[in-house]
């Protein structure tokens, strides 16, 4: 039995051929796109049945299809469609839009009939969440700059924000041992997940939005909860976690610790898959690659190192900062790997084969903030004894822009998922939105009452 999505152009009003490119099946069992989507009526929203066949379509890469049998349509006549739920046995399912993975494959028979079909909104990318030391959240517009909602709750310094993949929920993590989850739309408090013993120290959302991994230190657990209903499904008794990271197919995740070792844990049901030995001091960062057949990471043993995700060999260790590490992510296009280290250089290193590529070396002080760009063609990072956001070129290693106007140090850098707004946080109390494309200053964010410890931009369905 399989869930599907229909995933249509995004900004542009639903209609029959709303985002269609192609068609796959024979003609015996799909007469047409048209046809096929002649049964959702979506121009008025009218009720009426069709027998489509199977209609198979890719708008941004993404692979959809459209039900054999569709009773009931319920899409807002001009919205845009991000996912569709549908209710086979009046069992209720869905799957966020994603260009990433190809679900259902194509030619697959959906044979059970679907009853319902519900239509959900694309997320936009609009939003812009910043957390502060205050334990205060504020969500602006991401365009104007305007402030939208202010969210209380937290009574600590709150360390991160985090969007759903589906943009809908904002979790907020903080030294009080708490996560809550917040309507991103509303700024309505929906959740606050209780449990922790310690300062929450990380939190991530699995790829398909459904799992929600908070971790920490303190009291040496990870805890993953429901995301939609903020239920706790498990408790992993770990290693004094510094970092977690779902695989792009939600199926595991990846924690540091102070112990000098990574482990890999089943998300499902909590199983133990692998430890992966051999770093020589704290792990304090890692990242899975786009395709999720690696694992990077890296240690205050001044060392990142690359390993095979699915077996837990290790594949290279990159070697050539002269301090501890701080930070390592992937670039987008999986090609390139970029660590940040306490001796004030950002390095580029070849995913493939562990090459040193570039080595962008900023003021004095070590990295407090790096961010890539969706395209991967640029790096920002900032350091500690600086003001300034540097941007780099990713391909030649130069140095395009320094971004001046924040009055201390820089903590959070974020790129809006189309790439054209870079945004900063710092210890003056603001955030400042960046064109990313020329480094010109777009806006100041003020209103927080404290340094603002992180930024995140709400996902788009565009990118």
Known sequence: MFDTTLIFSPQTPLTRNSGIHAASGSPEDVRSIREALGALNVGDGH???SRGGQASYAPSNTWSSIPESINTAVPAPGSNVAQVSYAPSNTWNSIPATRDRIFPPLGTALNKRIERVVVSSIPDGTTLASADGAGTVRLWDAKTGAPKHTL?????????????PDGITLASDSYDKTVQLWDAKTGALKYTLKGHDGWVHAVAFSPNGIMLASASSHDKKIRLWDAKTGALKRTLNCHGTQAIAFSPDSTTLASTSGDETVRLWAAKTGASKHTLKGHGDWVIAVAFSPDGTMLASASYDKTVRLWDSNTGALKHILEGHSDKLSRVAFLP????LASASADGTVRLWDAKTGALKHTLKGPSGGVTAIALSPDSTTIAFA????KKVWLWDAKSGALKYTLKGHSDLVLALAFSPDGTTLAST???????????????PKHTLRGHSSFVTHIAFSPSNTT
């Open 47 to 49: 009720t009426s049945s």
């Open 152 to 164: 209380k709750g937290h009574y600590a310094l709150v360390r991160a924000v985090t969007f759903s």
């Open 333 to 336: 296009n999986g090609t390139t």
């Open 383 to 386: 350091t500690h004894n600086d």
């Open 426 to 440: 710092s210890h003056d109390e603001t955030a400042r939105l960046w064109d990313a494309k020329t480094g010109a």
